[in-house]
């Protein structure tokens, strides 16, 4: 058996399955001061009366990291930065605690300036006085050689309680955005571990000693324990559990729009031949852009409850949320109440719903139902309006699936998967305004959920080597051996491999059936007048993305129950 679990900004979903199909649906209303008891209860519901045993696996999406940066909640964090020449690195600055120090490696990982230990012991002594616990260095070359950022790691060791490393953080070479990766990772790892640690002590007093994982924003996920180490990883995984929710069920050789509507935000994705679209450079999130592998999804502040206002005739929707629809005892109108009117929905108090869109209407001077018409087309129309620009911002660069770069591609959704509560409700609209056609998932209400619980144990390996330098490295992988001048791409791609193979392992992937395949593989011969003096190699190998081995069935059984 297996359970996924969803935390969404409205309810926190939870599902257990098994090879027969969904047994069990919980949702629990979600408290935004106090996720981790929404995850507690959630878990403790749909385990009530199972046998631990049984339960191979928990995937956890959750919104903790993602909230504290949006809120700014996060703590004081230093950064250590060493560039040499170049672009100034106060460009990059993160906050008041931010340090340029001496030392410089080039871009074929040689030292050309060395760094000052004086210097970072001062810079140590000043932050312990303020009272600052996490650190980040990051070198502008370290995936090519890390030793200054170990360097510096080992004089600030006995001092901090955890330094991140940008060369261990991402293996890409994007100066700019390893800073803000190296930054975020620092800043949510306390919030991050006091939820880890919470949510491993409340289990196990409760004899629940429960394989847990983490949803990445990659629609893949990992163990709980290593989530630790790289708890930015767990951003914006609330939408990578929706397109993984439609997954199974998109259509073959088709693009399709994903809209997963909720109480307080609708989320969106899309899909390629049922492959969702990745965001080919890393998350953006607030002032910090990224190397976080992603998939290319969009949040709207606009749910089915977010709040209905008129003003000066125009009818305004969201992005506020002032709690639930009036039909289910909210004081405040909202596209719930109007799809009441327009409709009979059970579970709820229609009368309520009326009530409430009553004085709207006469205030404007039209009929009941004719406000409801308007009020869900202009829902409807934002969130198509905002599927638009995330169409439009994936056309303006190469578009880049989970599995491979579509050369040349231009997306065009020709259908809308749809999830989350109101789906069937707002199918018809969405349908008649869009002109598309619009699929409702099956288990439309815990579908991200699902998701969740189905998505593969994903990492990738980006691996280097210079011929010239008789050097190869995997810096985020803490690795490097010595090469001679015949090692060439091939022998680059099975290095790599190895080591992709025992990361993936090591994050909790079925070592019986990883699918590995090569993301990028570049040569590139050195010359220096008129000779070749070696070859500059770059390989990035990734476990495919996807639904786990062994749910086929569980899969079709879902898309024909009721």
Known sequence: MIIGLDVGGTHTDVVLLDAGGLRKDVKVLTDPSDLFHCVLSALEAISENLNPAKIQRIVLSTTLTTNAIVQNKIPPVAMIVSSGP??????????????????CIDHRGREIEPINPAEIHDIASRLKKEGIHQIGVVGKFSVRNPTHEEQIGRILQPHFKKIFMGHRVSGNLNF???????????????IHKKFYRAVQD???????????????????????????????????SGPAASAMGAVPFGRQQEDCLVLDIGGTTTDMAVLIDRVPVLNPVGIELTAYKTLIRSLETLSIGLGADSAVVVEDGKISIGPQRLGAAMAYGGTAPTPTDALFVLQNIAGGDRGKAIDGLKPLAQARG????????????????????????????????????????????????????????????????????SGLPVQVLPKWEVANAIGAALARTTCDVIFFADTEQQMAEAPEENFSCRIDASFDCDAAVRQACELLRSKAIACGAN???????????????????????GRNIRVRVQVRPGVIHGYDDLIARLATSP
């Not at 008041?96 to 120090?101: K, L």
């Open 86 to 103: 170049g672009i100034d690195p106060e460009f990059y600055r993160t906050g008041p605690h931010y340090f340029t120090v001496a030392g």
């Open 176 to 190: 700019a955005r390893r800073i803000a990766t190296t930054f975020l990772n620092a800043a949510v790892y306390p």
């Open 202 to 236: 409340s289990l196990a007093a409760r004899g629940l000693h429960l394989p847990l994982r983490l949803l990445k924003a990659d629609g893949g996920n990992m163990r709980f324990e290593a989530s630790v180490d790289y708890p930015a990883q767990t951003i914006l």
């Open 366 to 433: 039209i009929e009941l139902k004719q406000l409801a018409t308007e009020i869900i087309e202009v829902t409807c129309r934002q969130m198509l309006s905002a599927a638009g620009r995330l169409i439009e911002r994936m056309n303006s660069k190469p578009v880049y699936t989970l599995r491979e770069l579509q050369e040349g591609y231009v997306v065009r959704p020709q259908s809308i998967l749809l999830l989350g509560g109101p789906a069937p409700q707002f199918a018809p609209h969405l349908e008649a305004i």
């Open 511 to 533: 070592s019986q059936h990883l699918e590995i395949e090569v993301a990028e593989a570049q040569q590139f011969n050195m010359v220096r007048g008129f000779y070749t003096i």
